[in-house]
Nanobody, 122 residues
């Protein structure tokens, strides 16, 4: 499976962006698709995840109520709708797949896409 993330850009604080992650190859119901981000000088951190089959969603506390992860099975795509963006959301955003079920550590995920840069100005 190859993953291609897109949708990043420059936005003012309070604005919105929608990231997309298109998967080429089969995504199984047992897989979990995750979004992570990495800011300059910081470690890669978990943002959100969704169980491909049942659609259960999970978020890190700092984005709850602002970000929404969803998936479109027909399009083999995972989305991350980001609202009320803050300067601290600035990072490269990556999508990846976990074949081992729900996980919050980046090392549990594979098939990392190339990332898409999100910059939030104050």
């Amino acid at each position: 499976v190859q993953l291609q993330a897109s949708g990043g850009g420059l936005v003012q604080a309070g604005g919105s962006l929608r990231l997309s992650c298109v998967a080429s190859g089969r995504i199984f119901s047992s897989h979990v698709m995750g979004w992570f981000r990495q800011a300059p000088g910081k470690e890669r951190e978990f943002v959100a995840a969704i169980r491909w089959g049942v659609g259960n969603t999970y978020y890190t506390n700092s984005v709850k109520g602002r970000f929404t992860i969803s998936r479109e099975k027909v399009e083999n795509t995972v989305y991350l709708q980001m609202n009320s963006l803050k300067p601290e959301d600035t990072a490269i955003y990556y999508c990846a797949v976990s074949r081992a079920g729900l996980a919050y550590g980046w090392s549990e995920y594979d098939n990392w896409g190339q990332g898409t840069l999100v910059t939030v100005s104050s």
